[in-house]
């Protein structure tokens, strides 16, 4: 019992060390928001007018943090990360500077993330909500609270995502991803890998479920 505990707790400290040496500047670069909503014609037709998606299979980009979108775009330009519906757009990135870049990403940083409706079903809500705060010790997944926050707004410093209100098939589809190694683009893959690869399909669900509904009230 003792050597399962060991185990677990260096799954913890390994995710925490990890997260805590990555090289996180003090100061972060701010875009043009005005500017950065006349380069986005081309990103509507998936993520909305104003960032907020209306398929559930598309991320939802309004209210995102600047860096994190920063680099996400810089990733796909690079082929570091691959989306078949984002290679239709790769070229039009491409013809784009990295202030222009910055610009997209400051506008729907400013833009305002509507509110998700989550499933009310008792035990899909206990079990995301269990997960996302408090992690499930015995089985080495850590709460999701360290690194997007309580209400699930991310760390704007760091560049964690915000995932409160995000769409709920794309949330399943990236936890999966992370769970299975397929998506290992950035410093940060490594940590999502190891606190996902323990969640079982119903975990992904239900943490899919609350952070969808999930806002600051």
């Known amino acids: 019992m003792q050597k399962i505990l060991l185990a677990i707790s260096l799954v913890f400290i390994g995710i925490n060390s990890y997260a805590a040496e990555l090289n996180i500047p003090n100061e972060l670069k701010t875009g043009n928001a005005s500017n950065g909503s006349s380069l986005v014609a ?4 998936c993520h909305g007018n104003d960032g907020n998606s209306i398929n559930a299979d598309w991320p939802s980009l309004a209210g995102q943090n600047q860096k994190y979108l920063y680099n ?6 690079s082929g570091a990360r691959e989306n078949a519906l984002m290679m239709s757009v790769i070229p039009y990135l491409k013809s784009l500077s990295s202030n222009d870049l910055l ?3 400051a506008y729907y940083a400013d833009s305002s993330a ?4 989550a499933d009310s079903n008792p ?3 206990s079990l995301g909500e269990s997960l996302y705060r408090a992690g499930d010790l015995s089985r080495g997944i850590p709460a999701c609270t ?4 309580i209400y699930g707004e991310g760390n704007i410093q ?3 995502p915000k995932i409160a209100g995000q769409q709920k098939g794309y949330l399943v589809s990236t936890l999966k991803e992370y769970r299975s190694q397929i998506r290992d683009t950035g410093n940060y893959s490594i940590v999502m890998q190891q606190a996902s690869a323990n969640l079982k399909d119903e975990d992904i669900e239900a943490l899919a479920n609350y952070m969808h509904g999930l806002y600051r009230k």
């Open 42 to 45: 081309t990103c509507a037709a």
């Open 72 to 77: 996400q775009l810089n990733y796909f330009i």
């Open 103 to 105: 610009d997209i990403a």
């Open 114 to 117: 509507s509110v998700g409706q």
């Open 123 to 125: 035990e899909l809500l």
């Open 146 to 149: 360290a690194c997007h926050s």
């Open 158 to 160: 760091a560049g964690f």
